[in-house]
C-alpha cells in the first residue's frame, strides 16, 4: 500500500473524509431524554451556613473523595452549594465533559458506590478495561471503561439479575446493598432499535461472587453453599445455568457464548467520552468510514461469516483523533476512499458519514482495487 502523506495542510481534511461520528454507537446503551439534573435558575441568595468557614481548597478536597450520591445531595440543599459543587475540581469537569454521567448514575442507584474521583478517573483514561483499545462505555457496574466489541461479547461485562446472584452465591437483599445495584432505565436502546419498558434489578457476577466469599468466609465457605443449599431459588438457578451453557453461539474468541449481544450488557453500560488531560479537549469517539464502507459492500461481495464478523469488529471500533489517523494509514478501505475523493485535491470537507457515504457511492469512480467486485 502506497503511504500516504498526512500533514497540517490535509489533515482535517483527511479527519473530515474518514471518520464520522457513529450515533447509533453512542447510544447503544443508556440514554437519557434529558441528560443533565440541571435547569436554569436566578442567582443565589442563600447563604453556605457553617460550609462558608472551609477554604475552596478544601471544599473541592471533601468534593473530590465524596460519593456521587453525596455530592449531587449537596447540590439540591440551595443555589449557593450548587454553584459552588459545579464550580469544584474534578466535578467541574465531569459535568462539563459527560454532564449525563452524573445523572444516569443517580437514576440507576449506584452513585453512592463511587466518588467523585473514581469517575474522573475514568473519564480522563481512554483504554477499553478488556483489550486496551479506545473505549467509549462505561460499565456502570464496575465503573470501568470497556470498547464496542468488549460490551458486545466479554464474559465479565454480562450482568446477571440480582435475583440470580442472591441464589447463586446465597446472599441477603440487605447484603446485596454493598455492592452496586443498576436499577435498569425504560428507554429505546438503539443497539436495538426497541423500547425497553420492563426494568429490571443487575449486578456484577465478579462483584457477587467476591460478596458470596466475603459473607462465607473463603472459597471453601461458597463451595459448602453450592452443595449445600437446597433452596428452590438456588434448583431454579442451576436449571438456568445448565440452559445457559449448552453451545448455542461463539463469539471472536472462539468461545461458546450465549448472552452475546445481549440486551442485558447495554441496560447497565452508557456512552462514556474520555477527557483529554494535555490539552482538556473532550473526545466523544469517532469511527472509520473506510471500515463503514467495508461492511456496506457485503451485498456486493461473498463475504464467509468469519470474514463478515471481522469486518464489522473493525467497523465498530472507535477511535480518538490521533488514533483514526494511526488507523488511517493501515486501512485500506479508507486509504481508497480518499484516494478516490474529489476532496483529495481540493482539500474541502464533504463527507459527514453514512448519507453523504450513499451518494459517494454513486458517484465514485472505484479505485482499481474495487475493479473485481460485481454489481457496483
Ligand atoms: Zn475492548
Ligand atoms: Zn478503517
Known amino acids: 500500500m502506497p503511504e500516504i502523506h498526512i500533514d497540517t495542510t490535509n489533515k482535517s481534511a483527511v479527519l473530515d473524509l474518514i471518520s464520522y461520528q457513529p450515533h447509533d454507537q453512542y447510544r447503544a446503551g443508556i440514554t437519557l431524554s434529558k441528560p443533565s439534573l440541571d435547569a436554569e435558575f436566578e442567582p443565589p441568595t442563600a447563604s453556605l451556613g457553617n460550609l462558608k468557614v472551609l477554604p475552596v481548597e478544601i471544599f473541592d478536597w471533601v468534593i473530590k473523595y465524596a460519593t456521587m450520591h453525596a455530592a449531587s445531595s449537596l447540590r439540591t440543599v440551595n443555589r449557593q452549594t450548587r454553584l459552588l459543587v459545579d464550580a469544584s475540581l474534578p466535578y467541574k469537569h465531569i459535568i462539563s465533559s459527560a454532564p449525563h454521567i452524573g445523572a444516569t ?9 463511587f466518588t467523585v474521583e473514581e469517575v474522573f478517573w475514568i473519564l480522563t483514561h481512554p483504554a477499553c478495561r478488556v483489550c486496551g483499545n479506545f473505549g467509549m462505555y462505561l460499565w456502570i457496574l464496575d465503573l470501568e ?3 464496542f466489541t468488549c460490551l458486545k461479547e466479554d464474559p465479565n461485562l454480562m450482568p446477571m ?3 440470580d446472584a442472591r441464589a447463586a452465591f446465597g446472599l441477603t437483599a440487605g447484603q446485596m446493598s454493598q455492592i452496586p445495584v443498576v436499577v435498569s432505565l425504560p428507554g429505546k436502546y438503539k443497539a436495538f432499535g426497541v423500547m425497553r419498558r420492563r426494568t429490571g434489578k443487575f449486578v456484577s457476577r465478579v462483584r457477587a461472587r467476591q460478596l458470596g466469599l466475603a459473607i462465607h468466609g473463603d472459597e471453601d465457605g461458597l463451595s459448602n453453599y453450592f452443595t449445600s443449599s437446597n433452596s428452590k431459588a438456588k434448583a431454579a438457578y ?3 445455568a445448565v440452559q445457559r451453557s449448552k453451545p448455542m453461539a461463539y463469539d471472536s474468541h472462539g468461545r461458546v457464548n450465549n448472552t452475546l ?3 442485558e450488557r447495554y441496560l447497565v453500560s452508557v456512552h462514556l467520552p474520555y477527557l483529554d488531560l494535555k490539552t482538556y479537549t473532550t473526545k466523544m469517539g469517532l469511527a472509520c468510514s473506510g471500515c463503514q464502507f467495508a461492511v456496506n459492500r457485503r451485498s456486493a461481495l461473498s463475504f464467509t461469516s468469519v470474514e463478515m464478523e471481522a469486518l464489522m469488529r473493525c467497523r465498530d471500533c472507535a477511535y480518538t483523533e ?3 489517523i494511526d488507523h488511517f494509514k493501515e486501512c485500506a478501505d479508507a486509504q481508497a476512499l480518499w484516494n478516490a475523493s474529489p476532496c483529495k485535491d481540493e482539500l474541502e470537507v464533504c463527507w459527514e458519514g453514512q448519507k453523504v457515504m450513499d451518494n459517494f457511492l454513486k458517484n465514485i469512480r ?4 474495487y475493479t473485481l467486485t460485481k454489481g457496483m
Open 105 to 113: 448514575l443517580v437514576r440507576t442507584g449506584v452513585a453512592p458506590h
Open 145 to 147: 471503561r470497556c470498547c
Open 161 to 163: 439479575t440480582e435475583k
Open 238 to 240: 442451576d436449571k438456568k
Open 261 to 263: 449481544n445481549s440486551v
Open 322 to 324: 490521533a488514533g483514526i
Open 366 to 369: 472505484w479505485p482499481s482495487c
